[in-house]
């Protein structure tokens, strides 16, 4: 017996790299800044030299902690087929949530309108009495024509 294919294959979306954006900028000023103050407290005329190395790892901490936030979003992924709807969120600790489809009370899309340019925005999944959000997914505009034609 051969298997009709669905009109609309699993597909798969991912979060829009610049979503994190502010975080990252953020971040990036906060390592730069304290790496300033080690190279400063390495002076000769610093009134206490041991600072410079509390300055460093500090840096450090914010270089690791936005690597972290990168690989995280990195590897994301909403992967919607005919039946169920698959959430990965990968780094650190792999997680993994099935949603059925039949279970769905409703869903709703939405999107700012700087997101409307890159073609991003939220989807937010109602599930009894469960609500998943999934911000910054891209492609918007593919996700929104699949739940409506499914």
Known sequence: ??????????????????????????????????????????????????????????????????????????QFALTITPHLIIVDEGFPFGSRKIIERVYISQYHLHRHPLE??????????????ETYTFTGLTSLHRLAILLEGS
């Open 1 to 74: 017996m051969a298997m009709i294919p669905h009109l609309y294959p699993p597909t798969t979306f991912r979060r829009h790299p610049l979503r994190r954006l502010p975080h990252y900028v953020g971040l990036a000023a906060l390592h730069g800044s304290l790496l300033a103050l080690a190279f400063q407290a390495t002076k000769p005329s610093f009134a206490f030299p041991g600072v410079a190395i509390g300055f460093t790892v500090a840096s450090l901490l914010a270089l690791i902690t936005a690597i972290i936030i990168g690989l995280r979003e990195y």
């Open 116 to 129: 409307a340019l890159a073609d991003s925005g939220t989807l937010t999944i109602t599930v009894g009495n």
